[in-house]
């Protein structure tokens, strides 16, 4: 199957683009089409895991490549409501470095405006054939992620959102609602929002499918508030997954898995973190992209220390799709 159906859950369409030709050092013809929506696309699709499933072999647990386990019971998938029987694909987005979260146009903002220390998150979905499956599972599946930070034994469950910021068409985290998990006789109080890790794994329940997540806030000390303005290149910004526009700002925490996505407008050429969400002191990697009608535009800053007011200017200059992914990838170092 084909990973770029799997995108089609995500709103996102996917395009292919050609490898250039380099005899005679002739560059290809700028493909006028070519957007960040398009570059996120391709970046996601690359990163999806899939996996076959016959439900004849379930129960199962999968084992995703940065050692996310996924425990699936027979009679957890639906389609129009009946059980899935036969064969279908899971397919799977694992983040648990910060490229990844880059490539899939994602963030660790939370909609009350803090930031989020990730443990790591991901996506799910499953086809039959070219069917998705129903949202909604009639059985709960269990999500393991592996416990990093062994200094700390708890986290907390998130459920992610496309209805943030301003216009209400970006990505964050919110409250693991009541429905992500079907009813549990063995919690009658309902969700335990607290996760306890168990043999080096944070495990809980999903009911439903799409983007999950479990972390802590970053930090509990003095924020401020950071203040971008980009010079060079289009101050078009992008919405989730380039939906609208085509300019993306992140800022990427030192030794941490953070990357905060900056997309409340400020002026006429800036963007701004959530009011009073940075963390005096904490240092970080600011990046800037730019894909639009087959122009690539690219900045970024290291070592940028978070102080109040602070305001810093990203001048982008034009560049190349390959650039772009080896500053993204950088951010892993």
């Given at each position: ?17 050609g ?17 960040v ?13 899939t ?9 199962k ?8 386990k ?35 146009g ?41 416990q ?27 409250d693991?609602?009541?429905?992500v998990?079907?009813p549990?006789?063995d ?19 999903l ?5 999950f ?14 203040f ?25 925490g ?45 900045a970024?800053?290291?070592?940028v220390?978070i ?27």
């Amino acid at each position: 199957m084909k990973k770029k159906c799997f995108l089609a859950l995500l709103a996102a369409s996917m395009f292919f683009t050609g490898c250039k030709d380099d005899d005679n050092n002739v560059p290809d013809p700028v493909d006028k089409n070519y957007n960040v929506k398009e570059f996120f696309s391709n970046s996601a699709g690359k990163l999806v895991q899939t996996f076959p499933i016959k439900t004849s072999e379930l129960p199962k647990t999968l084992t995703l490549a940065g050692g996310t386990k996924i425990t699936i019971d027979d009679g957890a998938f639906a389609i129009g409501g009946a059980p899935v029987t036969g064969d279908f694909t899971l397919e799977v987005i694992e983040c648990v470095k910060p490229s990844h979260i880059v490539y899939s146009g994602t963030n660790t903002n939370h909609i009350s405006g803090e930031i989020l220390k990730s443990d790591g998150f991901i996506f799910i979905n499953a086809k039959q054939g070219e069917t998705n499956v129903d949202k909604n599972l009639l059985k709960n599946i269990t999500v393991e992620i592996k416990q990093t930070d062994l200094t700390r034994n708890y986290t907390h469950k998130w459920e992610g959102i496309d209805t943030a910021g301003v216009g209400g068409n970006q990505f964050a985290w919110d409250d693991f609602s009541d429905d992500v998990v079907v009813p549990d006789p063995d919690q009658p109080g309902g969700i335990i929002e607290e996760i306890i890790a168990v043999e080096g794994y944070f495990p809980f329940k999903l009911g439903k499918l799409g983007w999950f997540n479990c972390d802590v806030y970053w930090d509990y000390g003095p924020k401020k508030t950071l203040f971008v303005k980009i010079t060079g290149g289009p101050v078009d910004f992008a919405s989730y997954q380039g939906g609208t526009g085509s300019t993306c700002v992140f800022f990427h925490g030192y030794g941490d898995l953070v990357v905060s996505q900056l997309y409340t407008p400020y002026g006429t050429d800036g963007v701004k973190s959530y009011d009073e969400s940075m963390p005096v002191g904490k240092k970080g990697t600011l990046l800037a992209f730019s894909v639009k009608e087959g122009e690539f535009y690219l900045a970024k800053q290291e070592d940028v220390t978070i102080t109040e007011n602070l305001n810093v200017t990203l001048n982008m200059v034009k560049s190349t799709e390959k650039a772009i992914q080896e500053a993204i990838d950088a951010l892993d170092d």
